[in-house]
């Protein structure tokens, strides 16, 4: 009798444990991509291709951003609150841009936001 009693036991401690009832507890939460950032100026723009390629400042390094009917497309001086809509054809290569997004698997950053700085 208490072997029947353990096993029904542990059987009850694995059910939660599960891959599939841990799956539902992550879907379940509501997770989704954690916005980043990226930013520094634009060394080449595709409007074909919607992207953006983005080097960091006082780096070589360089991402790509893409962008879509979505994106919302600002400028703004720096300490400055005021902020102006614009259009993805208003930003030009050597312009200081901030990215926000969420970045996918290859490295690409999905641009939900992209704001050109502009000089005081």
């Not at 444990?17 to 997770?31: E, I, R, V």
């Not at 901030?98 to 490295?107: E, L, M, V």
Request: charged share 25%; proline share 2%; glycine share 4%.
């Amino acid at each position: 009798m208490k072997k029947i009693v353990f096993v029904l036991l542990l059987l009850l401690l694995a059910v939660p444990l599960s891959p599939q009832a841990l799956a539902q507890d992550a879907a379940a939460s509501g997770k989704t991509a954690k916005e980043s950032r990226w930013d520094g100026n634009v060394t080449r723009s595709s409007p074909d291709k919607s992207s953006l390629t983005v080097r960091k400042i006082g780096s070589n390094v360089e991402k790509t951003v893409v962008y879509d009917s979505s994106t919302q497309w600002v400028s703004q001086e720096h300490n400055s609150k005021k902020v102006n809509q614009i259009d993805a054809s208003q930003v030009k290569d050597n312009d200081r841009v901030i990215c926000k997004g969420t970045w996918d698997k290859d490295g690409t950053l999905h641009a939900t936001l992209i704001s050109k700085r502009l000089t005081n």
